[in-house]
Every structure is written in C-alpha cells, then in structure tokens.
C-alpha cells in the first residue's frame, strides 16, 4: 500500500502490537508525531518531561511487560538527551527501540541547527543501530530493529530518521519474517555440554545456584525454581536477579557481592560448584573472580558467548537460553537433597535489628522491612542508585509474585521515577513503587507531571537526608573525612512541590507517620508521595 | 603476541566504525587493519592484526560476533596464513647510488615504480617481516617518504572462510 513513511514508522509500530510510546517532539521528528496522532486510539503517547526519561519510561514498561518498548526524540539534543537512557538499557540488557528524528539527508554533515550524529555518539551503547536513508528500507529497518533487540540477549536498537525521508512515499508492507545473516543467537544448548553441567553440579557436595537478569530476559523464573528446589540447591542472586526467588522461599540466601548480604557472600566463599545463570559476573558482585574461579568449580549459562570467560574462567560454559537450557536439564535431573549444607548455611542468616535512629529521623532499613511486609504481593518496586538502592536491595522483603527493578549495571541516578511510570503502563493492575533519595529526585521530579498528567498512579518514595548519601559515606571512610560536593542545601521542600503537583503527600520522621505512611503506599492506588527523613550518617551496610 | 584475524562484514557505510570503535573501547590493540570488497559485492573482507593474548584474542573474535553487520570472524594461526603488505617508499638517491640501490630492489624483490634526478620510489609486496628487513637496507639511503598497507591474508590450502550458506 502506497503512504508516506512517517505513515509507514507508525504502521511497523501497530504491527509490532506497541500501545504506549514515550517521546518528546521536535521539528525533526515532526512528519512522525503528524502521522501518531491520527492513530492515537491504537498508540497512546506519552510526553516525558526529559528525553532520558522517555528511555528509562521505555525501559521500565520493557521489563514489565518482556517485550520491546519504544521511545521517541526529536534530532540533536533531544537524540543526545537519550543516550544516558541507552547506556542504562545497554548495561542491564533491556530491550528498547528509540526512534530519534535527523535533519534532512542532504543537510547531514553541515552542522545545521539540531544536528547530532546520533548513530555515532550512541553506537557504544547500542546493540545496533540504523541511519534510515531510503524509505523503501523502512519496513525491513523496523521489523529488524525489534527482533535484534527483543531476541539474544537483548538491549537498545536505535533508529535515526531523517526529516526528508519521512515525508518520502514508499509502498509499505511490514515484512513477516526477518534473516539477517550476521545475527543468528544461539538459543538451545549443546546437549552433551547441558549434561555434563548437570552431572557437575549433582557431584555437587556444597552446590549454589546464583542467578542474574538474563533468568528474567528469558523468562526462566519458573524454571530455575523448579531446578532449584527439585535439587535441594541455595540460590543467591546478583542485583539485577533480585525478585526472581521470593525472600519467603527457603532456599534463598539474598544478594551477593559489594553491598550484598552476609549469608550470599558466605555461601559463595563456601561452595564447591557455582552455577551462574545469566549472571555476567559484574564487578560489584563478584570482586575477586580470578580467586574464586582457583577454589570454586564454575558452570556458566549465557546466551551471550562473549559473557563467559569475560570476567570469570567457566570450567563448564554453556551458551544458550536460560529457559531452554533449564527446562532440559529439569528433565534429566534427579531429586536430591542437600540437609547439611543448606543447614549451614541457615547458621549465617542472621535476624535482622535496628538501631534507633535520631530525632526527627527514621531507621531507613527498619522502615523498608515494615513497609515491604505491608505491600500487596504483586508490588513493582524500582530503586533508584545509591543508599536508598542498597536499602531496596537488602531490606525490601520480596514476596512471591514481587519484582524489583533497578539500573544495576550503569548506576543512572533518576531512573525509579521514569522507569516506575513505565512499569504501571505495562501492568495497570499491579501497585508500582519508585524508591529514590533526594539527589536523584532533584534529577526526575518533572515526571510528576508526566504521571499527572497521564493518570499514572505510582508510589514515590524519597528517602531525603540532605545530602548524596553514598559518597558521603565514601568520603567520610575513603577520603579522610573530607567532605566536598555532597550536600544539598537549597532542595525544595518536597512535600510541598508534591502538592504543587496536586499529588498527595506525606512526611515520615517518627514512628507514627511512619504507621501512616505505610497505610498510604499499600492501601492507596492513588499517585502519592512519601518522604521519609533519615540520618545523613545512616550506613550503607 | 600478533594474531591475524579475518573478518566478512556486510558492505554498508558505518561498518568500520562500528568495528574500529570496539577495538578502542574495549582495549583491544590494533597493529593494522585492511579492507575491501570480496568477490561478493555485498560483503568486504577485513584482515585485522591484533596483539594480546589468547584471552585478549578470544574476546575479539566473540565481541566482533556480538556486530550485527559482522558475518564471520576468524582467527588464522600462522602457519595456515598467508599475508601480504604493500608497502611504497621514496628515498634519496642521485645518479652515483642508483645501481646500488637497483642491485637491493633486485635481491629484496621490490619494484622501481618512479626515477627523478634525486629520488627513486620502489614498491615490494611481501609479509610483513620481509618488509621490515628491506626497510632497515633502504634506511641508510635517507627514506623522504614511506606508505604501507595493512596486512591482507588468506588460508592456505583448499579451506576457505565464507559465510554460512
């Protein structure tokens, strides 16, 4: 059928089944938002307040829904403005498609006003990219773009557009299949190499499952939960694992590495086989590869080849799916059971107290172990980067049904807000909490307009001490005490900005607003803020 | 330590970037790298000389895979590899040198492409080491200019490295 290619990008986007967009418009990108508008009962658009936040948005409603999202800018600085959004997708392996608008193909090169080369300041971040030139390559293009980043391990496509050639004509029809000869990811697995990681890890006196996100890129929760307890084998999980075991389940033993719990870390400095399912063996989780690789015997699942040997030596690598892979090794695998060591293990799960916290001010893990116990199951809860992370990471109890989201690999401060907008659009049934401190706040608050204005009733939660926690903590111990560049004196007072907003909000400094604030976040599915005030000297650990 | 690498990529604009800004950001070291069309028009070849390690060389060949547009990477061992480099120079040279320096293009293989009453420029296409050799013999001649390719190399025998069909 004959129409113009702006016509055809939203007719690609139908075909993908995409029903929320988010984007900020701008004179390249024009013909396109002309085009969205007269199919705005199929695509809903979403005005983000930042182009990064428009990718985060994407981003949240990705992991939500396990499937591509799309995001929108405009050409240059709005193009430029997404790319911390990529690098965020990129790290932690989120499949989204961004769409972004160029200036006219015979003006590329000259420097006229809004020109970035976008295709190249995001390739290191993308996990492909394309500068569209010819209209008639446009079905191709964006049949192509989801698949490369909904399949494999998957990640950020970006789409650059020109002005001129979305007004081009071209006799649209959306391919039905794709064959890119360079792009062919292995998703089942060798066979004889699955049985022999089976056979390892039943040989297995001290055996420790450790899981990673790729167990949720490929949607292989239910798998490894089946393998695990048919097994009798503790499972820990890195950041970006955390929800795919409930902290109910007792087989779990928490979040290793850095700022992980202490019975994780024992269990991995105890354990004879480690078997890593789609875990990268990023630095904050494991510090030591090279020591552990000497005393431990290690199995790796990755669909991605290049992930295993990266950073830590496989005595048995295994590329493929997760899910494939698991569901053939629950096959195979016999019942057993692991008494002794799991009963060890329980010796290092300690109960958990909390000091009293100063005037004025609460125990931030006190908090977030009364709130999570008080959130329906089914809660999304995205932590932002820093204190307030780890807090999330270890404190929030995860209940069966749970998921956490986070920017685990590139640590982008103002991405729980954004990203929670997101995750609600993809799941409007489930309650969705941002969890953020102050300095990342102050980097996202104007998507409480964004959810204002589209009626998106997440939860925030700021935990504000005044200052950017975490490198407080690290200049109090790393650098002397010499404090510099931490502290945010001049913040709005946030309860107020939140009713500027016409958002309700609440303060947490003692225990009785505490007891409210909790009654609000569960029981409320209303867009609410809380703030929760606590010490500026309050540790990490 | 050097290894020789082949690479078959799709003959699209942007390719080498995409492959030049790996090497850099993930630390890779180039020596040289060398491209052109194949029989093929759609596909170029890129030969890439690279100094690591086998673990260094084991994430090239896998981080070049993870490229989209990159259809096949091969590693090609020494002795299965035969590899040629171009190289032009243009030395010093009046009436009173040139026999000396025809004898050395005669022994070394090296071709006078161009004569002037003061300079002589030769061409040798040979392995790298070879060119390495003839460039120390040419050098007390005064080199005024020097311009080289980078390695190109091919199997030997019957084995050739294709795209998978």
Redesign the interface.
């Known amino acids: 059928m004959k129409m113009k290619a702006a016509q055809a990008m939203v007719e690609c986007l139908k075909a993908e089944n995409i029903k929320v967009v988010y984007g900020y418009p701008g004179a390249a990108i024009c013909p396109f938002y002309d085009a969205l508008m007269d199919a705005e009962n199929d695509i809903k658009h979403v005005l983000v307040r930042h182009e990064a936040n428009g990718g985060h948005a994407a981003n949240g409603f990705a992991r939500i829904s396990g499937k591509p999202a799309v995001c929108i800018a405009t050409s240059g600085p709005g193009a430029t403005n997404l790319i911390t959004a990529i690098a965020t997708a990129y790290a932690d392996s989120i499949p989204i498609v961004c769409i972004t608008g160029q200036v006219n193909t015979d003006q590329i090169g000259s420097d006229v006003f809004q020109e970035a080369d976008i295709t190249g300041a995001a390739e290191p971040f993308v996990k492909h990219s394309y500068l569209l030139k010819d209209p008639k390559e446009l079905p191709r293009v964006f049949k192509e773009a989801f698949y490369i980043a909904g399949t494999g391990r998957p990640g950020p496509v970006l789409i650059d557009v020109p002005m001129d050639v979305q007004k081009m004509e071209l006799d649209f029809e959306y391919p039905e299949t794709v064959d890119i000869r360079g792009y062919k990811p292995t998703t089942k697995g060798n066979y004889l190499q699955i049985k022999r990681v089976l056979s390892a890890l039943e040989e297995a006196h001290k055996p420790l499952i450790c899981i990673g996100g790729g167990v949720f890129a490929s949607h292989a929760q239910q798998e490894i939960k089946e393998l695990a307890h048919k097994m009798e084998i503790p499972v820990i999980t890195t950041m970006m694992g955390i929800s795919v075991f409930s902290d109910d389940d007792p087989l779990f033993y928490g979040m290793l590495g850095m700022h992980g719990v202490k019975s994780a870390n024992m269990a991995v400095k105890e354990c004879d086989v480690l078997f890593l399912v789609g875990a990268r063996v990023g630095d904050r989780a494991v510090r030591t590869p090279l020591a552990l690789e000497k005393t431990t015997k290690i199995l790796h699942i990755d669909i991605d080849p290049a992930e295993i040997g990266k950073n830590i030596g496989a005595d048995y690598p295994l590329v493929g799916d997760a899910k494939s892979v698991l569901s053939q090794m629950l096959e195979m695998a016999s019942p057993m059971e692991h008494k002794e060591w799991i009963a060890h293990l329980d010796t290092y799960k300690t109960p958990r107290t909390f000091v009293a916290a100063n005037n004025g001010t609460v125990n931030p893990r006190e908090f977030m172990v009364k709130l999570s116990k008080a959130m329906p199951d089914n809660t999304v809860v995205v932590a932002d980067v820093g204190q307030n992370q780890i807090w999330t990471a270890t404190g929030y109890h995860i209940k069966e049904g749970g998921r956490f989201l986070t920017a685990g690999g590139m640590g982008t401060m103002g991405y729980s807000v954004p990203a929670a907008i997101g995750a609600r659009m993809a799941d409007p049934s489930r309650p969705v909490m941002a969890i953020c401190g102050d300095g990342a706040f102050q980097m996202e608050f104007m998507e409480l307009g964004t959810a204002v204005q589209h009626g998106v009733n997440i939860k925030i939660m700021v935990m504000t001490n005044n200052c950017l926690g975490m490198v407080r903590e690290l200049q109090a111990n790393g650098y002397n005490g010499r404090e510099t560049a931490v502290y945010l004196d001049g913040s709005p007072d946030f309860i107020k900005l939140a009713e500027a907003y016409g958002i309700q909000a609440l303060r947490v400094t003692d225990e009785a607003s505490m007891n409210e604030a909790i009654k609000l976040l569960s029981e409320t599915d209303q867009l609410c803020l809380v703030e929760v005030r606590v010490d500026e000297k309050a540790a990490t650990l | 330590m050097k290894h020789t690498i082949s690479v078959l990529?799709?003959n699209h604009s942007?390719v080498l970037?995409?492959i030049s800004?790996l090497f850099s950001?993930r630390g890779f070291n180039i020596e040289s790298l060398a491209v052109g069309p194949t029989q093929d028009p759609t596909i170029s070849r890129i030969t890439i000389i690279a100094d690591g390690n086998e673990?260094t060389v084991?994430?090239i060949e896998?981080?070049l895979?993870?490229?989209?547009?990159?259809?096949k990477v091969k590693t090609l061992s020494k002795d299965e590899c035969l590899a040629r480099e171009l190289m032009i120079v243009k030395i010093a040279c009046t009436a009173d040198k040139r026999s000396e320096v025809m004898t050395i293009a005669d022994i070394t293989g090296a071709k006078v492409m161009d004569i002037t009453l003061t300079t002589m420029t030769l061409e040798l296409c040979d392995t790298y080491a070879h060119l390495k050799r003839f460039e120390e013999i040419v050098t007390p001649y005064n080199i005024l200019e020097m311009v080289r390719t980078g390695t190109i190399a091919i199997q030997k025998g019957a084995e050739v490295i294709a795209?998978?069909k």
């Not at chain 2, 895979?65 to 259809?71: A, D, G, H, Q, T």
């Open positions: 990529v799709e942007g970037s995409r800004g950001r673990h084991e994430q896998k981080q895979n993870k490229l989209i547009e990159v259809i795209p998978k």
